[in-house]
């Protein structure tokens, strides 16, 4: 680490980007027209729109085509709901299917109560799009904050370098590829860690740390890692206290630096041993580490006994290795060269350190959470080295890519018709739920539960009969939790043969109704003393980068 990496940041505070720190113009803004000039606050503000409407627009598109399904729009659906009605967030879907007992909630399955600021949205609006929308909300609320930092990495800058920078992370921010992914994937409590890891890393830039520390909380409850994250922060504070020559302004950061790195860790510690747990989690639940340890202290006594094991684990499946990489590579290595980039650290090695070969690929909303990080640390590089023509030029590059890359993963079929149109299998599954009554119990195929949240109580069909009413499911397409179509299609035969009838079938869809009381082979309802599992990740899982 260099001594420019932990140097403290210029006073900046009250600049704007749009001039330098002698307030002077180039001669070359001067003869620029002043049509082609907007004001910065009206590019802050197209940028954000043009952020929130490629997110919205990417969700809604997956919405109209089923792509998202009951895991997980439809369990954080039934959850914002709960908090939209003064309750906790119960979702029946993840319940049933992962056998929790009753009393469970997602605060037991992930500790993010922050996602409870989602509720107004459905007193305006009791529709699972409300969540589309709020996180298209929530990821364009970055824009401001990212377009803040750039002009302070680059206060040392002229004008129009300093207004090209705030401009390009903008538009790398917003149109950046883990957030096009993110969205295509439905909600998430990525929504909220984006724009509150960016909100902590700029208000600890205008050593406003009060604020800094006060967004670090809320980090804190958007997941229960976060905390180690928000700890790492504490540490870069350490760091880059160590060389500020005033005193005034270095026992501020060490005092606050020294609280986020011990608080941090301890709010996630007893979001994981305390809170979870007491509201219906299984301890270990998802641990997914099992090449460490059976546990974390077993884990921790083998690393400190053989630290190789470290290493062989994160070579155990090519993937690990190629996920960095392209993280990495795709910003030219910039992020390396600062210290914000170990703020990063925790967070990757939960995921290549991972057995779960789910979080090994770029295909899901993980990356989102690195993304606010990655790109503040490598804007600080950029902006100590504004005034050398390769490292602009690496900027520029690195933004093309990132930029570019994001076609492939979601930007370019916005503009393909046929990408906005169900597929017969779930357009069959659209014109089944519109058949199921409010208010009734059913057991919904995944692409199809989010269609029924809303007004019906639903659970997955999987593997376990539930005796509901109605079962909406497919015979002749694999859906989740299934491993193979012939076991959906059993199912259907097991049901009609113990009191289900079809009511309606088309295109490999069946929507069957129960008739009478007969119990159904293997049915099934958790109670007290029900066990949670995880469901075996498929073979195909875990052997491409880009889909997981």
Same mark, same amino acid.
């Given at each position: ?34 049509? %082609? ?9 197209? +940028?954000?729109?043009?952020?929130f ?28 709901? !709960? ?13 049933? @299917? @992962?056998?929790?007992?009753?009393? +469970?909630?997602?605060?037991? =399955?992930? +500790? ?19 969540l ?15 377009r803040? &930092?750039? =002009?302070?990495?680059? *206060? ?17 921010y917003g149109?950046?590829?883990? %957030? ?14 984006v ?11 205008a ?34 206290a ?24 301890? /709010? ?7 809170? &979870? ?17 059976? =546990?974390?202290?077993? *884990?921790?006594?083998n690393? %400190?006994t053989d ?40 967070l ?7 057995? $779960?070969? $789910?979080?090994?690929?770029? /295909? ?12 503040? *640390?490598?804007?600080?590089? #950029? ?29 370019? $079929?916005?503009f ?28 919904? =195929? ?13 659970? #997955? ?48 869809? +069946?929507? %069957? @109704?129960?008739? !009478? ?24 899982? !875990? @052997?491409?980068?880009?889909? !997981?």
């Amino acid at each position: 680490m260099s001594r420019h990496d932990v140097a403290p940041y210029p006073d900046t505070e009250g600049t704007t980007g749009t001039e330098n720190a002698k307030g002077t113009a180039s001669a070359e803004d001067a003869a620029r027209p002043t049509a %082609l000039r907007l004001p910065y606050r009206a590019r802050t503000v197209a +940028f954000t729109l043009l952020c929130f409407a490629v997110c919205l627009a990417i969700g809604a598109q997956q919405w109209t085509t089923l792509q998202l399904g009951g895991f997980d729009l439809g369990i954080f659906d039934q959850g914002v709901r !709960g908090y939209a009605h003064f309750g906790l967030p119960v979702s029946s879907l993840k319940s049933h @299917h @992962h056998e929790f007992p009753p009393g +469970f909630s997602l605060l037991g =399955d992930h +500790f993010s109560p922050v996602i409870a600021l989602m509720a107004p949205l459905y007193w305006l609006w009791d529709d699972p799009r409300s969540l589309l929308l709020g996180q298209a909300l929530c990821f364009a609320a970055g824009v401001p904050l990212i377009r803040r &930092i750039a =002009d302070r990495c680059f *206060a040392g800058a002229d004008r129009r370098t300093a207004r090209r920078a705030a401009d390009l992370a903008a538009l790398v921010y917003g149109l950046g590829w883990p %957030l096009l992914v993110a969205s295509r994937g439905g909600f998430h409590e990525v929504a909220f860690a984006v724009p509150l890891t960016l909100l902590m890393l700029e208000r600890g830039m205008a050593r406003q740390y009060w604020a800094s520390a006060l967004a670090g909380l809320l980090l804190c409850c958007t997941k229960e890692d976060m905390g180690l994250a928000v700890g790492a922060y504490g540490l870069v504070l350490l760091l880059r206290a160590r060389r500020e020559p005033d005193a005034d302004r270095r026992r501020p950061a060490v005092r606050w630096g020294l609280g986020l790195l011990l608080g941090g860790p301890l /709010a996630s510690a007893v979001a994981i041993a305390k809170l &979870i747990p007491a509201m219906g989690g299984a301890p270990g639940y998802y641990w997914n580490y099992e090449g460490l340890g059976e =546990d974390g202290g077993s *884990a921790v006594a083998n690393v %400190l006994t053989d630290p190789t094991l470290l290493v062989s684990t994160f070579f155990d499946a090519p993937l690990k290795p190629l996920l960095l990489l392209w993280l990495f590579g795709t910003l030219f290595l910039l992020p390396l060269r600062s210290a914000t980039v170990l703020i990063a650290v925790p967070l990757l090695a939960e995921r290549v350190l991972s057995s $779960n070969p $789910n979080h090994w690929s770029i /295909a899901r909303h993980y990356d989102a959470f690195l993304w606010p990080i990655l790109l503040v *640390a490598a804007l600080e590089v #950029l902006g100590r080295h504004h005034d050398r023509v390769l490292t602009w030029r690496l900027g520029v590059a690195a933004a093309a890519v990132t930029v570019a890359a994001a076609l492939p993963l979601g930007a370019a $079929n916005l503009f393909v018709p046929a990408y906005w149109q169900p597929k017969v299998s779930e357009a069959a599954l659209q014109r089944g739920a519109a058949l199921v009554p409010d208010g009734a119990s059913v057991e919904a =195929d995944n692409q199809a539960a989010p269609r029924l949240t809303a007004r019906a109580d639903v659970v #997955l069909v999987d593997e376990t009969p539930r005796g509901r009413e109605y079962v909406l499911i497919r015979a002749d397409k694999r859906s989740f939790p299934f491993k193979t179509d012939r076991e959906q299609a059993a199912r259907i035969e097991l049901l009609l043969a113990h009191g289900y009838r079809t009511v309606w079938s088309e295109d490999g869809v +069946f929507l %069957l @109704h129960r008739e !009478g009381d007969e119990p159904v082979p293997g049915e099934h309802v958790p109670g007290p003393d029900a066990v949670p599992y995880q469901e075996e990740v498929p073979s195909d899982v !875990g @052997h491409n980068l880009f889909r !997981g």
